[in-house]
Nanobody, 121 residues
Framework: QVQLVESGGGSVQAGGSLRLSCTAS????????MSWFRQAPGKEREFVAVIRLNGITEYADFVRGRSTISRDNAKNTAYLQMSSLKAEDTAVYYCAVGAVASTDVHHYSYWGQGTQVTVSS
């Protein structure tokens, strides 16, 4: 079992920045790919970013160039630095870990509880 706890969400104005954190416990964090997804009201959960065990990253088109995913295995923590935030970035952001890096929500077994990001225009 892996337990994930997100933090860092909040309310910001358009153009602002936020850094989300996801801290894991239960199993060696370094054994997993780490991803961020988001879910807006009335919409399906969608892929945001993933960082593989070797540090290679991948981003959804809508955040590429505005966000950076990173991980600190010594702290069992992953981060999502978001900048130039837009109103359409408003959503609950979830972290997830999996044995294989994937953009598919169904490939992840462990999820955090989510952290709300609200961007006002």
């Amino acid at each position: 079992q892996v337990q994930l706890v997100e933090s860092g969400g909040g309310s910001v104005q358009a153009g602002g920045s936020l850094r989300l954190s996801c801290t894991a416990s239960g199993r060696p964090f370094s054994s997993y790919a780490m991803s961020w997804f988001r879910q807006a009201p009335g919409k399906e959960r969608e892929f945001v970013a993933v960082i593989r065990l070797n540090g290679i990253t991948e981003y959804a088109d809508f955040v590429r160039g505005r966000s950076t995913i990173s991980r600190d295995n010594a702290k069992n923590t992953a981060y999502l630095q978001m900048s130039s935030l837009k109103a359409e970035d408003t959503a609950v952001y979830y972290c997830a870990v999996g044995a294989v890096a994937s953009t598919d929500v169904h490939h992840y077994s462990y999820w955090g509880q989510g952290t709300q990001v609200t961007v006002s225009s």
